[in-house]
């Protein structure tokens, strides 16, 4: 079987899955917008300040959600030991990756369409004039973080100390994301906007580097 | 049949011979099965169900045919599920089963391929009498098939009487071993038993 059927077939479980239950997208959802409000009381709205500061507090906050997203990937799957009938099923482990990564980047920007409304309101910032290059930012950023996050939750789903290993690799990895990502959602916001194109090339290579770790060494961090 | 105590590696060597675990020395196959084809995959039953709570019993099915290529998944888990004695509550979600539900599905999705290899961890654990007597009866026909059935047990019983080969293990190493039926099998099964 191919590695797109299996992938697609995967992506509709986790799909169906998390749709039945809601629980990884309710948590998320709640967690992020708490923040958000927590960091808007830091900063006067509408000022140079909020705009300074805002974007990193944005890509921070869905930093955080992230880890707490990442957690449950694959932690769910060692409930029933499903990991291992998924393990003897599929022809390819990479297409377990690849559905958890699908499921992750829709989870992740799913939140994100909630998150921005409220960002724009609580600190003031209009978030519409380059809203099609905004989505764009957030997509590719949110691809590296769920790239990254879900190997390293593969990884640390079999440690002891799991819910303190995870975002203990996950932070400094994306530190990179972090900041370019930053950096353009500032320009993108600015008075003056500017589309800093080096900065998303940037983090179009990062994604492409990490999923292609993750497509040649995937297979290891399954093993028992 | 492997036999042996608590922590004497029965599990250990299921999980191996499932490509689960990789051995630390040597290499397991079995004579005749074609490891890369669909159905030369081992269908396994562990302690864990290996199926997911949060999807139907006929969902669960649907979706390791799907991956494992089946043709008409949804009648090959149609057919399963009668065979198992869950097809009434085949819509019903897996966390709401009893531990002998359970079981019966964990037993359905490994023989969803139709594998030539059976590895199966204590499969009696959790079915009822009647339940017993099914997975002894599908034993019977599966090893009438041609397939090759490796199973851990604790002590006799109904589906212990149907071993053509008894090991035990202990410590991982074997202790014992007989091809033959009748008393020399049951002498290998409670090896070493209080």
Redesign the interface.
Known sequence: ?SLR??TS??LG?EL??EF??RELLTTTCVFIIIVLVLFSFTVNPGTEQARQFAPGLLWLAILFAASLMFQSCFLREQ????L???????SDAFSIFLAKLAANTLFLLLTEIVMLPIFAVFYNIPVLPNLPVLVLVLFVGSLGIAITGTAISAISAQARMRELLLPLLLLPLLTPVLVVSSIVTAGLLDRDPVVQWKGIAFLGVFDLIFLTALWLFGQYFL?? | MLAGRNGSGKTTLLRIAAQIVLPTAGKLTFPGAAPNTPNGRPGYVAHATMVYDELSAEENLVLFAKLQNVDNPAARAEHLLREVGLFERRDSLVRTFSRGMRQRIAIARALIHRPSVLLFDEPATGLDRLGITWLANALREMHRAGGTILMSLHGESEISALATRAVHIDAGKIVADTNAGGASLRSVLTFGAA
Do not use: I, P
């Open positions: 079987m059927t299996n077939v995967l479980k169906r899955t039945r239950s409930v029933n030991d499903t291992s009938s998924l393990r003897l099923a599929v093993e028992e």
